[in-house]
Nanobody
Framework: QVQLMESGGGLVQPGGSLRLSCAAS????????MGWYRQAPGKQRDLVAT???????NYADGMKERFTISRDNAKNTVYLQMNNLKPEDTAVYYC?????????WGRGTLVTVSS
């Protein structure tokens, strides 16, 4: 089993920044890719970005301009730096660790961008 715990969400004004963290525990030796999805109210859950243990990144279209994914393998933690946040970035952000045959998800952290 793998457990994922997100943190760092909150309320931020438009133009502000937040950094999300996701710490993995459990069978961490089985984790290669970690990443982030988000789900806005009333919408489906969409990819934000992923990163392999070796450092290969994959961003959804339009995400790379303001969002940066990074990872500390020693801490089994993946981060999402979000800059110049916009109201449309409001969503629950979920951490994911896909392992052969199964996707492990965190419980999510809410990001609200509002003045």
């Amino acid at each position: 089993q793998v457990q994922l715990m997100e943190s760092g969400g909150g309320l931020v004004q438009p133009g502000g920044s937040l950094r999300l963290s996701c710490a993995a525990s459990g069978r961490i030796f089985s984790i290669d890719t970690m990443g982030w999805y988000r789900q806005a109210p009333g919408k489906q859950r969409d990819l934000v970005a992923t990163m392999t243990r070796a450092g290969t990144t994959n961003y959804a279209d339009g995400m790379k301009e303001r969002f940066t994914i990074s990872r500390d393998n020693a801490k089994n933690t993946v981060y999402l730096q979000m800059n110049n946040l916009k109201p449309e970035d409001t969503a629950v952000y979920y951490c994911i660790a896909p392992i052969i045959g199964r996707n492990y998800w965190g419980r999510g952290t809410l990001v609200t961008v509002s003045s």
